[in-house]
């Protein structure tokens, strides 16, 4: 309701604005084209985050004190605090950071937004700033006509460049022409009264113009010309900082709990800094003095002194706050939760992670292991096994003669709980994300984790196909049998295993040559199941319906296996790692099997079945 009556209003007084002052056209228009600058340098940063921005800020937001610096040289180079919360929250949703670190960007980037105010303060104000924006935009149009991405990326960014730097001309040409028709420093009002009225000025222009850098650019060309006064401004500064967070707020209002968690831990720091600023008005005034005098700025260029002040108390804030930073994310972990849900869904998976290529793939892949770990005990209890059973150091071959427990389940059912919602949104997600541009590489990298998805799929299917004989054969009174079903769910139990200290390892160690042990456990799995069915049916041991029966078991126990090494041998293709093994290097299927013939040779012919108790 509030967005939905904003617009008009905001639409009307504007009309009313431009038909009745021409100075303020001027100052409207740089407002306007400022904002577009800035969409056209958040376009051209996001042409670069097929990778090295995202790789960057996951080297560099481990420790809290990376973070920080990450949010404020991010932001200073990008001067979008927005772009760089877009970023930080989509590396939350896909789990590659904390929350605390989370909040470390966010602190790092207000301090980073300070440097806007010395660049217009302290060169905006003092050149004619059009004649540099003219050469950007000219060579910025030229670099957009270029095909390379890079290219286009460089070229949005130096054409924001220039929109950022013409729109600041027309806000200050705009302010000096109001000297001459209206004097707006009638207006001003000192004391407490003043400094809450014209903070929740600057708290509401933030939110009109959804930009605390445009309001604090229009505050200093405004100051620089004479229009408000300098008390005033220092109000409207804290003002705009406070705006900010609302606009974070609305923002947050559709995105994941830890957007949410985000924002309320970003307006948490911006209105406890906001309320430290008025509250020591006083005390910032004489400590700007103070600095200023020892850097040698003059005592009458407030502009200069409005960014020091800007730094100076965003500045305090942070050295405030840190110190409690793991406090604050605990706070907000425990107080904002996630919907109480019966059925499992993605963890991982945003409308944020889909703003940046490597991130979209992170997000699924992790998306991806989330449903490995919920087909991992479908699969388990599918072949009658305890999860916790597999997972331990139990020696399976032990079940090898028992009955089996029989573990109720109903695959459907569990499908439809834990893997459906889950696999769809990883579908869905993987369209939307390849839908935009990328390198081909990168789109390869995507398709491998679109295969393990099918893979577990396949997996699952397998499963409730082979559970049908076997729920009655490892119960059977023959023991032949019995052995036979108990040896497949041994071998996909095994299998799980192995993949499952695969899973806990550091997924950057993981590559094909990790993977060579279940190719062979695969193999020789198949090999022993063809030589041991024979056996059974020459020697008379079980009944032909039995051997059909198994025979058709042991393909679908085959299927299951491949299937799972199939996700694990994509998930790992899906990885990026400079030190991962080359494909050539890992075994191919002759050499698997020459592996089995030299075990064999050494170890003899597979015994008959009725030879061994194994």
């Not at 009002?189 to 939110?207: H, P, R, Y």
């Not at 993605?346 to 449903?371: D, Q, Y």
């Amino acid at each position: 309701m509030f967005t939905r009556l904003t617009l008009p209003v905001v639409f009307v007084a504007l009309a009313y604005g431009l038909w009745t002052s021409s100075t303020f056209t001027d100052i409207a228009s740089g407002v306007a084209v400022f904002l577009f600058g800035m969409l056209c340098m958040e376009a051209g940063f996001k042409a670069f985050s097929g990778g090295a921005l995202e790789g960057v800020l996951r080297r560099s937001t481990d420790r809290v004190w990376k973070s920080l610096g990450f949010g404020i040289v991010t932001t200073t180079l990008m001067q979008s605090s927005s772009l760089v919360s877009v970023i930080t929250i989509s590396f939350l949703s896909a789990g590659l950071i904390d929350l605390a670190q989370g909040i470390g960007v966010i602190f790092g980037a207000n301090l980073g937004t300070t440097t806007g105010a010395w660049l217009v303060a302290g060169f905006g104000l003092k050149v004619k700033i059009s004649a540099y924006a003219m050469p950007m935009l000219i060579f910025g149009v030229l670099m957009l006509l270029r095909e390379a991405r890079s290219s286009k990326g460089a070229g949005w960014i130096l054409v924001g460049l220039g929109f950022l730097f013409l729109g600041i001309h027309f806000m200050k040409e705009g302010f000096a022409g109001f000297s001459d028709t209206l004097d707006l420093t009638r207006y001003a009002m000192t004391g407490v009264a003043g400094l809450l009225v014209f903070s929740l000025f600057g708290v509401i222009a933030t939110v009109v113009m959804q930009s605390s850098h445009a309001t604090l650019v229009l505050i200093i060309t405004a100051l620089g010309a004479g229009q408000i006064t300098y008390e005033n401004a220092l109000a409207l500064a804290v003002g705009a900082n406070v705006g900010t967070t609302i606009t974070a707020i609305i923002g947050s209002l559709g995105a994941p709990v830890e957007g949410k968690r985000l924002a309320a831990a970003h307006l948490a720091f911006n209105l406890g800094t906001g309320l430290i600023a008025l509250v020591f008005m006083g005390a910032f005034v004489r400590a700007v003095d103070v600095i200023s005098r020892e850097v040698g700025i003059p005592a009458d260029d407030h502009t200069l002194k409005l960014a020091v002040f800007h730094t100076l108390f965003n500045l305090v804030g942070v050295a405030l706050f840190t110190p409690f930073i793991d406090r604050m994310a605990a706070a907000l972990e425990h107080f904002l939760k996630g919907k109480a849900l019966t059925r499992d869904t993605p963890h991982f998976l945003s409308a944020t992670a889909l703003e940046f290529p490597e991130v979209a793939l992170t997000a699924l892949r992790r998306e991806t292991l989330h449903l490995f770990d919920n087909a991992f005990t479908i699969i388990a209890h599918g072949m009658c096994l305890r999860r916790s059973d597999v997972v331990s150091e139990r020696d399976l071959r032990a079940l090898l003669e028992a009955r089996a427990e029989v573990i109720e389940l109903d695959v459907d059912r569990q499908y439809e709980l834990v893997i459906k919602d889950i696999y769809s949104a990883n579908i869905a997600f993987f369209t939307r994300a390849t839908a935009k541009p990328m390198s081909e590489a990168l789109a390869l990298r995507f398709k491998h984790v679109l295969q393990a998805n099918l893979d577990l799929i396949a997996a699952i299917k397998a499963t409730k196909h082979l559970r049908k004989n076997l729920v009655h054969f490892v119960a059977s009174p023959n023991p032949h049998i019995r052995r036979e079903y108990n040896r497949l769910r041994i071998n996909v139990g095994e299998m799980l295993r192995d993949l499952a200290a695969l899973r806990s390892e550091d997924v950057e160690a993981v590559t094909k040559l990790s993977l060579d042990a279940l190719k062979v456990h695969l193999a020789d799995a198949r090999r022993y199941g063809h030589r041991a069915v024979a056996a059974l049916i020459r020697d008379d041991l079980i009944t032909p319906q039995m051997a059909t029966s198994l025979m058709n078991d042991s393909a679908y126990a085959h299927e299951l296996m491949s299937h799972l090494l199939g996700m694990a041998e994509a998930l790992v293709e899906a990885l990026d790692a400079p030190e991962r093994i080359p494909a050539d290097l890992s075994l191919s299927a002759e050499e698997v099997a020459a592996v089995l013939d030299r075990t064999d040779d050494a170890n003899g012919s597979v015994p008959r079945p009725e030879q061994t108790g194994s």
